[in-house]
């Protein structure tokens, strides 16, 4: 904390109390008799303390000057900004706004996905699956060429709220509590701080979006835990055995889960297998790494990818800490029980991503690129080819976020910073892909008939099993109405959109006490 000085004038007002009545001064009857005027004193002007509060400030420019993977490109973050101590608490002390200060000052132009909390637990459910949510995921897409708002359900997670309400994939809604959703009120209508709405829901009938007499409710529920595993067949067409796997958020926790599930598919002789991953923002860069090894093998000496970091850190971290190689087991982290891969020892798999598919899903698809045949089916991804970590305000582990280390972080500052620290690339050096993977089979969800998730009928599976099996090569694929979607319920966060990474950065090495 730290004091600045604010001069405040004070003015007191003093009033004769000799000069309630009149002074007679001579017995001339021609003379006035004066009346004393109330005296105005002027008291010395009186320092008087402003307590400006810049230990959030403090927090965010020690992270990013060490971290940040734009710190050299940022002149407020650079090593010899500041002369002085004094210098450097009043540069933090003329910004007293946090989020101003770290949106305005501290973040580069080009960064996308850098994000923070107030309340850093809430980073931290949200990297293990835990929000606060009604259970509906939907897209949103604008009405023909006009600014109207549409909303589609893409899935509704299990135990929520949703789940229990008259709606399921497919169904569209254009309003929100009696109100038209359009591009200026969507965001407030659908992600303000209404707990419970109640949706308008419509029908498309001939590609035209019309009102019905039906409304859903829907509640928000504290700390809803979503199963990332959504859906796993095994579908026979023909002489093949296709696993099918929609995996929608790369939890930590979930690695020795996945594992059974690709211990099912051996056990039933899977010979092909589509990943699912059309909803899939990222997550943990571990947890797309033992993935990758459950698809492709368990050579432990083969790259998955490399991170790369700001020329200062950089300089410190060796490159056991930037290489990321496949693995064989589940590990041990998080619950996981460390069980053997049992990898499909895949040559080709098909993977379903889209423009809502991003950081840890594309590192999967970029990751596999050098070894097997990846097949991309659906759209153009979201294009994050970047690395983040979880900061909290602990100077003596670095910053970096330990769950061990709770009760050492700085009971005042309580914000949760997640910047982008790193660039990601593959084993062939490719991490030109800010723009999006674009498919190899392009095909849009088709708001009309967006099918059964894990049916063999659902027009993006059914694309993929068509290029697996040649079959039914005569079906049309025709879009009628094309889900070219504006924002999502999980888009509209980007805190979704993140490679968390792990264990990368050798903490012990910085200590953040020892800077300004």
């Not at 949200?126 to 509906?136: F, R, T």
């Amino acid at each position: 904390m730290f004091i600045v000085k604010n001069k405040k004038t004070m003015k007191n007002f003093f009033f004769s109390l000799l000069c309630l009545g009149f002074v007679v001064i001579s017995c001339n009857k021609n003379d006035d008799d004066p009346i004393l005027e109330d005296e105005v004193i002027e008291v010395p002007e009186e320092e008087v303390p402003i307590v400006v509060d810049i230990e959030v400030q403090n927090f965010f420019w020690q992270t990013l000057n060490l971290y940040y993977f734009w710190q050299g490109d940022v002149p407020d973050l650079a090593d010899d900004r500041y002369d002085t101590q004094a210098s450097y608490e009043e540069f933090l002390t003329a910004n007293p706004e946090p989020v101003d200060f770290l949106e305005n000052k501290l973040l580069f132009s080009e960064d996308r996905f850098t994000f923070y909390s107030d309340d850093y637990t809430d980073l931290v459910n949200n990297s293990a699956g835990v929000s606060k949510s009604n259970g509906l995921q939907f897209g949103l897409s604008l009405i023909g060429n006009t600014d109207d708002v549409f909303g589609y359900v893409e899935y509704i997670i299990k135990d929520s709220d949703a789940s229990n309400k008259d709606i399921k994939r497919g169904e569209v809604f254009i309003g929100v509590n009696g109100t038209s959703l359009n591009r200026t009120n969507y965001i407030d209508l659908l992600f303000g701080d209404n707990d419970t709405y109640t949706l308008n829901m419509a029908e498309i009938v001939d590609n035209t979006i019309s009102p019905i007499d039906k409304e859903i409710t829907l509640t928000k529920q504290e700390g809803l835990q979503e199963d990332p595993i959504f859906v796993t067949e095994v579908i026979t067409s023909g002489d093949k055995k296709i696993g099918y796997f929609m995996y929608n958020q790369f939890v930590s926790g979930s690695e020795d889960a996945m594992n059974a599930v690709f211990a099912d598919f051996m056990s039933q002789g899977v010979t092909d297998l589509v990943l699912d991953l059309r909803y899939n923002l990222g997550g943990r860069g571990t947890t797309a790494t033992i993935l990758a090894s459950l698809i492709k093998g368990t050579s432990t000496s083969d790259l998955l990818f490399r991170t790369t970091y700001n020329a200062k850190l950089q300089a410190e971290i060796a490159s056991s800490s930037t290489d990321n190689y496949f693995v064989s087991t589940t590990g041990t982290f998080d619950g996981n029980s460390n069980a053997p891969l049992n990898t499909l020892n895949l040559s080709q798999v098909y993977i379903i991503a889209t423009s809502s598919s991003a950081s840890a899903s594309e590192l999967v698809m970029v990751g596999l690129e050098p070894y097997i045949n990846v097949v991309h089916i659906g759209t153009t991804t979201v294009g994050k080819n970047q690395g983040s970590l979880l900061f909290v305000d602990d100077p003596e582990g670095g910053n970096v976020y330990d769950e061990t280390r709770v009760n050492n972080i700085n009971p005042n500052v309580q914000w949760g910073l997640q910047p982008i620290i790193s660039r990601v690339e593959n084993s062939a050096g490719f991490s030109d892909y800010a723009d999006g993977l674009i498919p190899d089979i392009e095909l849009d969800e088709d708001i009309t008939n967006l099918g059964i998730l894990g049916d063999a009928n659902e027009p993006l599976l059914a694309r993929a099993i068509q290029e697996i099996t040649g079959i039914g090569a005569k079906r049309s694929f025709d879009v009628m109405i094309p889900a070219h979607v504006i924002s999502s319920s999980k888009l509209h966060n980007p805190r979704n959109a993140t490679l968390l990474l792990n264990n990368s950065v050798p903490t012990s090495k910085f200590s953040l006490n020892q800077k300004k």
